[in-house]
T-cell receptor, first 116, second 114 residues
């Protein structure tokens, strides 16, 4: 069984500063994908970034980067130059490479508030 | 524009009533999913479908039913057997169920008990 742990229920960051949102995971699978999603107050879930378990380089997408440490089973999201529009809930998720590939596991999320 | 359309946005259910949530996608994705989100929590998988006429139970399928008669459509029925249906329901799709494929989500349906 997979488990995702996001230990920060809420985070605050000053506009234009960088912030790191933590994610640790537990799995017995050797191959898996890790994802981060953003959920604004309106409710829709927006895909941000993906990291494969065999990828040697950390993923980056614009202001988002993923600090992937496989041995520590962590996949932290780094948001650089925070903007007011980054205020939202952020979810880490994992997807295994096996017959249960349809079953993604989500963490409980971190609420990020960007202060002006 | 391609995307996922969920309707209605808000839905109210009376005791003992079945209600159906609609989900349509025009992304030509093979896989579709239904998730439930309770306040302050993450998503839990109700059902998913990898291809037409096939679907699998997720972690919390009891009290729910689905069908997948067309590639574009994956409706969810919340039956009277679901005793605590009040939640936010999110439909999603992905190209397939590969571990490197992200899900794309609709805007959600908020279901409440009258």
């Amino acid at each position: 069984a997979q488990k995702i742990t996001q230990t920060q229920p809420g985070m605050f960051v000053q506009e234009k500063e960088a912030v790191t949102l933590d994610c640790t995971y537990d799995t017995s699978d050797q191959s898996y994908g890790l994802f981060w999603y953003k959920q604004p107050s309106s409710g829709e879930m927006i895909f941000l970034i993906y990291q494969g378990s065999y990828d040697e380089q950390n993923a980056t997408e614009g202001r988002y980067s993923l600090n992937f440490q496989k041995a520590r089973k962590s996949a932290n999201l780094v948001i650089s130059a925070s903007q007011l529009g980054d205020s939202a809930m952020y979810f880490c998720a994992m997807r295994p490479l096996n017959t249960n590939a349809g079953k993604s596991t989500f963490g409980d999320g971190t609420t990020l508030t960007v202060k002006p | 524009d391609g995307g996922i359309t969920q309707s209605p946005k808000y839905l109210f259910r009376k005791e003992g009533q079945n209600v159906t949530l609609s989900c349509e996608q025009n992304l030509n994705h093979d896989a579709m999913y239904w998730h439930r989100q309770d306040p302050g929590q993450g998503l839990r998988l109700i059902y998913y479908s990898q291809i037409v006429n096939d679907f699998q139970k997720g972690d919390i399928a009891e009290g729910y039913s689905v069908s997948r008669e067309k590639k574009e459509s994956f409706p969810l029925t919340v039956t009277s057997a679901q005793k605590n249906p009040t939640a936010f329901y999110l439909c999603a799709s992905s190209i397939g169920t590969g571990f490197n494929q992200p899900q794309h989500f609709g805007d959600g349906t908020r279901l409440s008990i009258l």
